[in-house]
């Protein structure tokens, strides 16, 4: 796993330079939005989906509250707990022993996952690509580049063949955008580039037949358990590094026409160690309904594989041609197809998790287009007439103007994540919407609920305030994420028909009685539901109440 020796300290030191003002840079529309907020809203410090994102924050509070497992809250049936999604609960414990708020530690988290991310790709492309300027080229497409999902916005077609465009819709399609939204998505990543490491060093020694060396069993052991961490903060991206390690060994295979025994006993240990921690994940799933029934629901299915093209067909073309034009680097970049490989047969497999399976998959793109360019298009081209005349003008030069092609290329690339960051940052300081910004008494009366320390009272409201409840609280709330909660579309009916001024109170006081609903959450967003008016209902009684929202808990009788 040596990385090239010719790259020198002063090299990395712009490298990890780089790292840092990029990390740095994604923090502009979290800032943008604290410094920002007007009087009556509070600041939610997120800039995407913010229905997932609270979910992270659930687990985060129940992990400030001492538990180490996770209880799903946006359910109102009672289950055991489960080491799934503890990622973020433990970072709840971090929280609770340091003292430090749950803003800080996810904010502390993400640019530390960022920062370890961006900083593993430089030593990942360096350990692919010994020229420096298709090295600099690759990392700097890994971490700013993406697809051409801006050119569907410029031809008026941002849900062409009803999807939203991967640049814009999916944190894990490219590098800038797992960086600016969760900490667990860098650190997967980070995770699945230390595995793709792994193999490739596994696989060189075999095919050198050094593969007894007892280097390569360390390493398989570090892999297996850099998996377990994988599998505790993104347990489906296994699955990438599974699928992958198998066409590997398959091209290792072809190419000693023999069985490398020592190679795959170490590509096993990869799996064999984090695979106490799969079967758990089994059991919880066979024996667990409420979490049976969240991975069912938590599906991301791929959207039509032209948007594949549109997110990655440059970098596939620039890709091809490697391959195609320069056949002695197949071996040394067999790995990287591997990967590729693996993504094109997971998007579309019958599993759950489609769309996250692209995961990472940007960096060997971005390593085999820099080569592609750098190393093959571009000496083709200045072999052309056009280029000959060029550089016989002395303000001219061929290292110029390729240094000037490629920053064209890395600029045309980049235009999405430019959009990108420009967007979330105009939301955060001028748009500011709603749930992104919260009104204030929300927080007002999610803070009345902390303090009756009555954890498990379930509260009923809309979705987007059981959705805030449950991540703030802790609380388990009738209705409040689209996967998490148990019979989502039921619930989504059950919770308009309480509002509805023309449902039967006896229909009402059956539902508050089979979830053994404690408190019923009032407010701009339940009006909307219907005309119902809880002040008329001898059955209710408000227990708390402030300029917009009013809590209701069932008279005892």
Known sequence: MGISANISRREWVWAVAVAVVTAVLTLLPYWLGAVTTPDGRVYMHLIMNPEDSLTYWAKMWQGTQGVWLYTIPFTPEPHPAAAIGVFYVWLGQFARVTGLSLTAVWHISRELAAFGLFVTIWGFTAVFLPHRLTRWAAYLLALFGSGLGWLLFMLGQPYWLNAFPLDFKDPGAHIFFTGLTYPHIALGTALILFDMLALKTIGDQALAGQSTNRRMWLIAVLAGWGNLLLGIAYPFLLYIVAVTAVLYFLYLLFKLRAIPWSAGFQTALLFLIPAPLYLYFFYVWQTNNMFR??????????????????????????????????????????????????????????????????????????????????????????????????????????????????????????????????????IAAL?????????????????????????????????????????????????????????????????????????????????????????????????????????????????YQNNTITLYAPTDD
């Not at 009555?454 to 509260?459: N, S």
């Not at 979830?515 to 967003?525: A, C, D, E, K, L």
């Open 431 to 543: 748009t500011q919407p709603d749930p992104f910004f919260r009104p204030a008494d929300e927080l007002a009366a999610v803070e009345w609920l902390r303090a009756q320390e009555d954890g498990r009272a379930v509260i009923l409201g809309d979705y987007q305030t059981g959705n805030l409840v449950a991540a703030y609280t802790g609380q388990p709330v009738m209705l409040g994420h689209w996967a998490e909660t148990a019979d989502y579309e039921g619930k989504v009916t059950a919770v308009a028909q309480f509002f509805n001024a023309a449902t039967p109170d006896t229909q009402r006081q059956a539902l508050l009685q089979q979830f053994n609903v404690r408190y019923i959450w009032f407010g701009p967003r339940e009006q909307a539901l219907g005309q119902f008016q809880p002040d008329n209902a001898a059955y209710l009684t408000a227990v």
């Open 293 to 426: 029934i969240w991975d069912a629901q938590a599906g991301t299915p791929s959207p039509p594989w032209p948007h594949y093209l549109v997110g990655f067909g440059v970098m596939l073309v620039l890709s091809g041609l490697v391959v195609w034009q320069r056949p002695s680097s197949r071996p040394h970049f067999a790995i990287l197809w591997c990967w590729i490989g693996a993504v094109v047969l997971l998007i579309y497999a019958p599993l759950g998790p489609q769309r996250r399976f692209i995961q990472g998959v940007h960096v060997a793109f971005a390593i085999l287009a820099a080569a592609g360019l750098v190393e093959v298009a571009l000496p083709r081209l200045q072999q052309t007439r056009f280029w000959q005349r060029l550089v016989a003008n002395p303000r001219y030069t061929t290292p110029k103007l390729s240094r000037f092609i490629v920053a064209l290329f890395l600029l045309l690339m980049s235009l999405s994540n430019i959009l990108l960051l420009a967007d979330v940052s105009r």
